[in-house]
């Protein structure tokens, strides 16, 4: 008699086994269920918690609220409302392998992720733009980037990301309905026309993309110019030799801030939407991507640590709020650059 020792450690079942084209559902082990929710609890966590503080930090200090923290502001609100909303539904689909909250929900849930992703890409870009003024045009940026001027284009992105995002859903309703038989019960998922896949593959990723990679470059090219001429003003007027090694290491700190930026970009969109374009040719596509859509997810969790967590006034902002000295009514206008 021959003994076999089985290494299957999931039981394949049905999302609906009353429906004849329901999905199959994962059946997983008690500890890897726990586990699993475990770690997708402390991401959603720690993506509320650190780009609330950044929520709190600009709206509570009067010093903070300038033109480039009011972009960073609404960053974070929408990294926070990842963290909060599309984080916990995202990891329940995912571990439990099935979608139970119905296809009106997950028509809402699909223009919710849409949004606050499309907004979140688009805020990196009018970053970039505000980086671009202050290092390349410092005269004009006070006149070219005004508190209002950043908060009308704030409202625009909003209010353009929500309007795009569900004309693109109602465009393909009735494209998902006709091929809704295609598709298994217990599955939340998107059917797009190849006319919308090009706009919205122009619209979310070219453009944006080129802006913000065309911005960085230029930015580190002209800092890389005026270190220079700093050096050779300093090494000429100077007796010191310090004083041109400081600038040159605050040089290569910007250089290297720039650097994270364009990596995790590259590394959470390109990568995600390259995988897209040749979904044929990757022996598990489904799997890949949704690997590659949970880094844009983690994204929003790391782009505090980016462009906030580096910044001094971040790290003060955050030691009165947690030892509750913002209690005090006068602190608003404390000085938290000193």
Not at 286 to 307: D, G, K, M, Q
């Amino acid at each position: 008699m021959e003994f076999t020792e089985s290494t299957d450690y999931s039981v394949v079942s049905y999302c609906f086994p009353s429906h004849n084209l329901s999905c199959l559902k994962v059946d997983r082990l008690t500890p890897e269920y726990i586990s699993m929710y475990i770690f997708f609890a402390l991401v959603s966590f720690f993506t509320v918690f650190s780009n609330l503080l950044v929520i709190i930090s600009i709206c509570y200090f009067k010093q903070l609220q300038t033109p480039t923290n009011l972009l960073i502001l609404s960053l974070a609100v929408s990294d926070f409302m990842v963290g909060l909303v599309v984080i916990p539904i995202e990891s329940i689909k995912l571990i439990e392998s099935c979608w139970y909250f119905g296809k009106t929900f997950c028509s809402i849930f699909q223009a919710t992720v849409f949004t606050l992703i499309f907004v979140s890409l688009y805020n990196l870009v009018l970053i970039a733009v505000d980086q671009y003024y202050a290092v390349c045009n410092p005269l004009l940026y006070c006149s070219k980037m005004t508190t209002t001027k950043t908060l009308i284009f704030i409202f625009l992105i909003w209010s353009y990301s929500l309007i795009y995002n569900l004309t693109l859903l109602y465009c393909n309703a009735n494209l998902y309905r006709s091929q809704e038989d295609k598709i298994c019960y217990g599955e939340c998922t998107m059917v797009v026309s190849f006319t919308w896949g090009v706009v919205d593959l122009i619209v979310s990723f070219v453009g944006p993309c080129s802006v913000i990679i065309g911005i960085y470059m230029y930015i580190l090219k002209v800092a890389r110019r005026q270190e220079k001429l700093i050096n050779i003003v300093l090494v000429r007027f100077q007796s010191s030799a310090k004083e041109p090694t400081m600038t040159k290491t605050s040089g290569r700190k910007a250089t290297k801030t720039l650097g994270i930026v364009l990596f995790v970009f590259l590394t959470c969109w390109i990568t995600h939407y390259i995988c897209i374009l040749s979904e044929d040719s990757i022996s598990n596509p489904s799997l890949v991507i949704a690997f590659l859509v949970w880094v844009i997810y983690i994204n929003s969790f790391l782009n505090p640590i980016i462009y906030v967590f580096r910044y001094t006034w971040f790290r003060a902002s955050v030691k009165h709020i947690l030892t509750l000295k913002i209690l005090d009514p006068l602190s608003v206008y404390i000085n938290i650059t000193a």
